[in-house]
């Protein structure tokens, strides 16, 4: 579970917190609020009292919710536009999802991208693009945050080094983070290969 918070968790809070300022009472929204990003901003947003809006597909839906989203948009069947205004738009996706959200962004709002930088800027708010960067500090808050149960990583799969190429190969999309298994835990038999 370690092995899932680290890029993860420091993304969600730096975007969420470095970067928009999200503050109690506030409304983000969050894409790809499924994945290893996702799962954990949903997580932290909710903590500090946002209202929080998840989006994905479909099979999504239970996860997002289940985590503390209070509403879901599901972007192969319901409208962007309806989820209205947002102080805080999180965005993993990029590309025509990342151009729509700009119009969802209120007056002095923000949107954070991950994926690609933002080539239109809201109307009366800021469009920013970020590398996460390290941060001991908050890396062992957040580890504590896990510790504690404040935190939950999601990890859909661990999987040996020897399928790692595999691993990520998109052939099914699954929920929160695969694993890659560097080395054996002590007792654990070690992988077997086929030639």
Known sequence: MAAALPISGLTAWQALFDHAHLTTGQTVLIHGAAGGVGTIAIQLAREVGAHVIGTGRADDRDLA?????RAFVDLDADDLRDVGEVDVVLD????EILRRST????PGGTLVTIATPPTVQPKDGRAIFFVVEPDRVRLADLADRVRTGRLKPIVSAVRPLSEAASAFVRQRRTPGKTIIQVAQEQGMPHPTTEG
């Not at 993993?92 to 590309?95: D, E, K, L, P, Y």
């Open 92 to 95: 993993v996706i990029g590309g």
């Open 103 to 106: 119009e969802l962004v209120r």
């Open 65 to 69: 919710l289940s985590l503390g989203a």
